[in-house]
T-cell receptor
């Protein structure tokens, strides 16, 4: 149980275009989802916390107008990278927790974004 | 500012030996600490959680210790196997069991 999927697993896009990444909890309802970014040989950096039905909470330094997060249901959160640039190329990973007070995050397999 | 350091970027050990990974933190009072395994190109997989009032936790060949005085956690893999080769991340959380901060990771290579 507790499986999280991401789609697509990789995407290549041209500079200036927007890319949407989906994160789904397959067998549980996720009250909270997190979006992380990981650059090569670096750790995961939290970008934002997404609660179902409310606005996402962004970490300091993360542009909310550039990284649009929507958590419209208890099983789906989306991250849209708007007007992507080469410096946005990274590994984007989502995670989900099952219910308030849960102590384990279940991570998706990640999405490799390459902006040309 | 908060800082989480894992002892080394890479660690090589012989198969069958015990691997010991270290996670040190400063300017932080975590309520709990977690260890994850991450394989290349994949998301992290949760391994163990230890709370601030716990000294040690075990799961099969894994053992975690948590010393809030030293501000350090040790992660042990006994009877290591080549399949244990991966990057191991520690993560600290402060209440609510939700938002965590990750360390830089240690890449473990178990040599047959």
């Amino acid at each position: 149980g507790a499986v999280v999927s991401q789609h697509p697993s990789w995407v290549i896009c041209k500079s200036g275009t927007s890319v949407k990444i989906e994160c789904r909890s397959l067998d549980f309802q996720a009250t909270t989802m997190f979006w992380y970014r990981q650059f090569p040989k670096q750790s995961l950096m939290l970008m934002a916390t997404s609660n179902e039905g409310s606005k996402a909470t962004y970490e300091q330094g993360v542009e909310k107008d550039k990284f649009l997060i929507n958590h419209a249901s208890l099983t789906l959160s989306t991250l849209t990278v708007t007007s992507a640039h080469p410096e946005d190329s990274s590994f984007y990973i989502c995670s989900a927790i099952q219910g308030a007070g849960a102590d384990t995050q279940y991570f998706g397999p990640g999405t490799r974004l390459t902006v040309l | 500012s908060q800082k989480i350091e894992q002892n080394s970027e890479a660690l090589n050990i012989q198969e069958g030996k015990t691997a010991t990974l270290t996670c040190n933190y400063t300017n932080y009072s975590p309520a709990y600490l977690q260890w994850y395994r991450q394989d290349p190109g994949r998301g992290p997989v949760f391994l163990l959680l230890i709370r601030e009032n716990e000294k040690e936790k075990r799961k099969e060949r894994l053992k975690v210790t948590f010393d809030t005085t030293l501000k350090q956690s040790l992660f042990h893999i006994t009877a290591s196997q080549p399949a244990d080769s991966a990057t191991y991340l520690c993560a600290l959380g402060s209440g609510g069991y939700q938002k965590v901060t990750f360390g830089t990771g240690t890449k473990l290579q178990v040599i047959p």
